[in-house]
């Protein structure tokens, strides 16, 4: 009798499961006068390394971002291109053209040094680019539909909170507020990151802020 006592004592001890804590602030930018808000509704999954990656999105945000950039230096050049044409040979203009002669010039070389990061990255193409978005995509879909992540979304204060055991983990983060023009963000911005949770109760701290891009 003893014995079973002290076995249903136990019990409770060996059957707890240690946690630890990932938490943090989710916002996304709004306009210039009221910057950052909380992304209410963004979604954040949780996946264990083992069992899904998420290598991609780093690349993918990457790529999206320096073919941007890369688009406003163009632009930019061709804006000072036009202004070129238009006080080209005007006296009272030689000022104005002689600067927009160097502004032009600057923006052609940053054009061609983002040029450069693009083939490295190998998405100087659409097509390129658009097989990275599909790619990233597929990635992303099948840890939000696998079945293999503990998810949350971020509260009214744009907050959250998920418990999870020892490991190592991928925080996958969509926005609500934040959208953009690729397959991949077509619903919500996305972000991830690594972090690993050592012991229990240990508290990790995975905040975002989701920018224009």
Request: proline share 1%; glycine share 8%.
């Given at each position: ?8 004592l136990?019990?409770?001890?060996f ?9 943090g ?10 910057g ?12 264990d390394t ?18 941007v950039?890369?688009q ?11 202004l ?13 053209f002689d ?11 940053k ?18 680019f ?15 539909n696998?079945?293999?992540a ?14 999870v ?12 507020g ?15 990151k ?14 975002h ?5």
């Amino acid at each position: 009798m003893k014995t079973i006592l002290l076995g249903l004592l136990f019990l409770p001890f060996f059957g707890f499961t240690q946690t630890g804590t990932i938490t943090g602030v989710v916002t996304y930018f709004f306009n210039d006068n009221l910057g950052n808000k909380p992304d209410i509704g963004a979604s954040v999954y949780v996946v264990d390394t083992k069992i899904a990656t998420l290598t991609a999105l780093d690349s993918f945000n990457k790529a999206k971002n320096y073919r941007v950039f890369y688009q406003s230096a163009l632009d930019r050049q061709a804006v000072y291109q036009g202004l070129m044409k238009t006080t080209k040979g005007k006296k009272a203009y030689k000022d104005s053209f002689d600067s927009y002669v160097k502004s032009e010039a600057e923006q052609k070389k940053k054009a061609d040094e983002l040029y450069k990061t693009l083939l490295v990255l190998n998405v100087e193409s659409d097509s390129k680019f658009d097989s990275l978005d599909l790619y990233t995509t597929d990635m992303v879909n099948r840890v939000k539909n696998a079945g293999v992540a503990v998810s949350t979304v971020v509260d009214g204060t744009g907050n959250y909170s998920l418990k999870v055991k020892p490991g190592k983990y991928h925080v996958l983060i969509i926005s609500s507020g934040r959208k953009g023009m690729s397959v991949t963000e077509i619903n919500g911005q996305v972000w991830s990151k690594e972090v690993s949770i050592n012991e229990s109760d240990e508290i990790k701290n995975v905040s975002h802020n989701f920018t224009l891009y």
